[in-house]
Structure formats: structure tokens, C-alpha cells
């Protein structure tokens, strides 16, 4: 069945039965397929929403998945009512998802708006700082147990450490040979990568409800005053470490190239860019912080790189089972890139923490 009757039927699951026009593929994401699908409203106006293939082979679990973000979606659109919110649709029988063979599909309004992939302006940068603070605290007072780890050890480090040493061992793609460096280099950091992971197993961290994957492109603003509008792609949303959103936003927006760039050699922090996201980032939550959380912010940024670097390098190694890819090295490149960029935070780790410092001061 060709993709447009499917995502018809799809979408008259989830009981839209106006005038199909089309589709449009949405390039968001490494994981999911995402559709833009349009209809014609009775009046002649047109309708969108957003349709997506849960990729199942990363989540397991996707229906418990969808539970966590009915709950989390629902807590936040009561926080701010009147405001934009993300709301996904529902089948006849009230499910939020529509299961056809290994195909996993959900619905949610299209929201007009405006992503970046990579931003300068600091004023946007304070926004989507201020965004990814907000979505912790609104979820503060949010019950931890109601939620289900969706990937479980998804940000425990010696976790993603020992699936890389076993993707070596077995070296399924044949692809070792080309890439001792990079294990190399990956493993004699081990220890500091691994630190928010160890505080977190001692009890020296609060656990948070945490978004997890907090790339820039995962805010929405508003096209014309750039004003934050909401937080999207909640599929990771579990308990968590402040330092897991706060690490994983600066090394996708701070990098001074996409995260895939194939010279590695110009990749790096760009300060300029930490700072306005810090200041945004802890305006909403430095009055929550414990000193432990301070002293680890800038470090959970190395930490987050070193870690995706691990898994997308074994993921390299067993042959592209689990990010998309482009072209056979995506992978490696993307994995060259996350330790060139992981090196050059080392360098600037004092900075980084200096600028954590006085933002926290300021926020106070
Ligand atoms: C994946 O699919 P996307 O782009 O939202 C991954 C993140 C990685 C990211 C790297 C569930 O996110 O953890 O940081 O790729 N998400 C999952 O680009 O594994
Ligand atoms: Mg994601």
C-alpha cells in the first residue's frame, strides 16, 4: 500500500474525515518518520495535523511510551491554559495510537511555526533555554512513579559504555578495523564520562522528570516574535538529571557545526552560545538547584557528547540498526564530529563553569 492510502486510513482511524490533499515529509529527527498530512475543511479552509511512525525498534514499549506523554501533555496544557499546547488525537476506542502490523502511528495538531537547527541570536537562545528550564519546573510537582522508563538506562552512561564494548566485540559490520582511535579515545575517558551516571547510582543527584533529548529543534517558536511556544518530541520524557537536558541542549546548539558535520575539525563550544542558553536555562531553574547540580552543569555537557558519541559509534559497528543514516559512514561521521566536539569542551570546561556560575548568581 502506497504511503498516501495509508496515511489516509490513518488518519479516518483517528476519525478526520475531511477532503485528503497530501503529504509532506517532515525532516525532524533521527528516530520517528514524521508526515505533515493536509486536508480541506467543509468551508474550503485548509487543515493540517502531524502524523508519525513511532520507530519500535527504539521504543519497545511504545504504548506505555504514549501514556507518559498523554499524562505530561496534560499536566503542562493545565499550567498554561489559553496557551498554545501540543494535544494528540484519539481513535474511537480512546486510544491515542492506531497499531497496523509493525507500523505504530499517533496524531497531534500541527502547530505554525518556526525551528532552528543551529541559532546565534541570543535572545532566541534565551528563549529555548528558558523553555527547556520551564518544562522541568511545570513538571516538578509532577508524581516520578506515574511514569515508565521508555528506554530504559537511556542517559546511564556505563550502561551505553558497556553496549559499545560488546557492539566491538562482536563487530557485526566488520567495521573495528577502521575505528580503534575512537574506541580508544571513547574509553580513556570513561571515568569523567560516566560521573553524572555514578552520582546518580550514590544518591548524590535529584532525580527530575526530565525531557532527555533536548535538541534545539525540539522547541517550536512562534514565526513572528520568536517567543518560545512549546516543547515537542516528548518520547524520552522519564526521570532524569537536570545535567541530561541541560548537556544534551548545549551540545546540539553550542557546537559551531550540525552534529554531522564531516570535518570534525570545526566542531567545538561556541561560547557565546552556552552562555545565552545557560542564562535562559537557569533563570527558571538555578532556585531549584542543589550545589551538586551547579557543580556538575557544565560537565554533564562533555558528558552528554561522550555518551551520544559512544552510541552512535556502536551503532556504526552493528551496521545502522538504530539511527537513520544517509550514507554508510553517517554514523562515523557523526561520531568523529561528537568527540571533536567533546575534546574542545575539555579545554573550555573552566569558562563553561565559570559562566554556569554567574548565572546561577544572577538568577538568584
Ligand atoms: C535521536 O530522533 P531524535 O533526533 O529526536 C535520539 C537522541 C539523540 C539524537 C541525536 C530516542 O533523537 O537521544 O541525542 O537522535 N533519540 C532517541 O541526533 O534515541
Ligand atoms: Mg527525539
Redesign the pocket.
Known sequence: MDLNQKLQEVCKLFRIYDEYVGYETIQ?????HTYKVNFILADGSPKSFLVQNV?TY??RTPVQLMENIDKVTEHIREKKPGQTALHFHHTADRKTYVIDGDNFWRMTNYIRSTTYNTLLDPQILRNAGMAFGEFQTQLADFDITQLYE??PN?HNTRKRYEKLLSSVQEDKAGRVKEVREEIDWLLSVQDLACTLTDLNNAGQLPLRVTH??T?I??VLFDSETNRALVVI?L??VMPGLMGHDFG?AI??AANFVE??CPEPEKAGVNLDVFRAFAEGFLSTTAKTMTEKEVETLALSCFV?TAE?AT??LADYLDGDL???TNYPEHNLV?TRCQIALAKDMLKKMDEMEKIVRDCVEKAK
Open positions: 525532524m529527527g533521527n528516530v520517528n520507530n527504539a521504543f521508555t528506554i537511556f532527555n533529548d535538541k529543534n525540539n518530541d518520547d524520552t544534551d551540545r546540539f552534529e554531522d552528554l551520544l552510541r552512535f538504530y539511527f537513520k557523526r
